[in-house]
């Protein structure tokens, strides 16, 4: 078998659901599978896998086991000679895993590859290519000096664009691609970190290895990032946490350090949290409904109670309009796509996934997302 694709989920039925979709059509033509884990989620998920894809290996965890532990427990029992570590909250296209599967560089020197993650709204995240975050990285980023020159610029790998394809030290724990052997060779996620800084310390393991971890660039994955986790104060004492591990496990730091650290931990957690508030949501002006389904159509007009048009891809659009994409019609990659060239234009986004009674989006990464459920 080519591929396994390990999907840990919790509580986010709906956008599970959606991830599970875009996997099993980006696996068609690959020897690959699906397994999902699930921590112990208090809404239907494991009633909507077992219902709606019968055939794929879920994994029904007793308990909240965490994000290492859940991806190392889906590990276990895979059976590709590549693991695709994938966040439920991700939606990827038809020719993600082909496009990182036939690239050079999984045949070089190569650890861990990471692609280029957008949010709901189209915009980069910056996440998807870091750095080390040793004492002085840490330092520019909790201050905020990354964002006066590319000197500062290591946390967010601002050696590269988020357009060009390169070696970096970190990737994101939403999306990575590597070889089975290797993660078990360094032993897979650390389970002695909850979550947060997991990702960070897989990707350090592995260049400690020898290997080299690359972002790839030619491929665009939806993470809507903010659904997964909630930013309140378990959120901060689980960050500062996960962050003092890292530091211990990889760093010989004074006294002095820790303080620093401490401080600038709680700081810089206190900023996530309040990023992580939620906004008040604007109300569209108009509605636009990607699709020939003129029956779906009225089905989204008697829910939402509001006129909606008939678009497709290349018609025109007035500003302050949600654009409803129906993925029945266009492909998952149109649709990535689509929102990426729309970035920044007063647009916001929803997805009606295939043979789905739902529609779903977010309208920044720190929002918690938005599921209308059309029944």
């Not at 310390?201 to 400690?208: A, G, H, I, P």
């Amino acid at each position: 078998m080519q591929l396994s694709v390990i999907i840990l989920n919790y509580n986010v039925r709906y956008f599970l659901e959606q991830c599970v979709l875009s996997v099993q059509k980006a696996l068609e033509g690959i020897d690959g599978e699906i397994i999902v884990i699930d921590n112990n989620s208090s809404d239907d998920s494991c009633a909507m896998m077992k219902q709606r894809f019968p055939n794929i290996k879920l994994i029904e965890n007793k308990e909240n086991a965490g994000f290492p532990k859940g991806n190392n427990m889906g590990v276990a029992q895979a059976k590709g000679e590549f693991i695709c570590i994938l966040n439920p909250d991700t939606v990827v296209a038809e020719d993600t895993f082909i496009k990182i599967l036939n690239t050079e560089h999984r045949t070089l020197n190569t650890g861990i590859i990471g692609c280029k993650l957008i949010d709901g709204t189209g915009n980069f995240l910056p996440e998807s290519k870091r750095g080390i975050p040793t004492p002085w990285v840490a330092f520019t980023k909790i201050f905020g000096l990354y964002k006066l020159s590319n000197v500062f610029g290591k946390y967010y790998a601002q050696h590269l664009s988020e357009n060009q394809s390169g070696e970096v030290e970190i990737l994101v724990g939403a999306f990575m691609v590597m070889k089975r052997d290797l993660y078990n060779e360094i032993g897979g996620f650390d389970e002695n970190c909850f979550m947060y800084s997991d990702d960070i310390d897989l990707s350090y393991r592995v260049l400690q290895k020898g290997k080299t971890n690359y972002y790839f660039h030619e491929t665009s994955v939806i993470h809507y990032k903010g659904e997964s986790t909630v930013k309140d104060g378990t959120y901060m004492k689980r960050f500062q946490e996960a962050m003092n591990f890292f530091y211990k496990k990889h760093f010989k730091v004074s006294v002095f350090f820790s303080v620093f650290m401490k401080i600038g931990i709680v700081l810089f957690s206190l900023m996530k949290m309040f990023q992580g508030k939620s906004r008040p949501k604007s109300t569209p002006e108009n509605y636009f409904f990607i699709s020939n389904n003129e029956e779906m159509q009225q089905k989204l007009e008697a829910k939402l109670l509001k006129k909606i048009q008939l678009a497709t891809l290349t018609s025109s659009f007035d500003k302050q309009s949600e654009i409803i994409l129906d993925a029945n019609s266009v492909s998952f990659k149109e649709i990535i796509s689509f929102i990426e060239q729309n970035k920044n234009k007063s647009y916001t986004f929803k997805i009606l996934p295939p043979n789905c009674n739902f529609i779903i989006g977010s309208n920044s990464s720190n929002d918690r997302g938005e599921v209308i459920v059309l029944d």
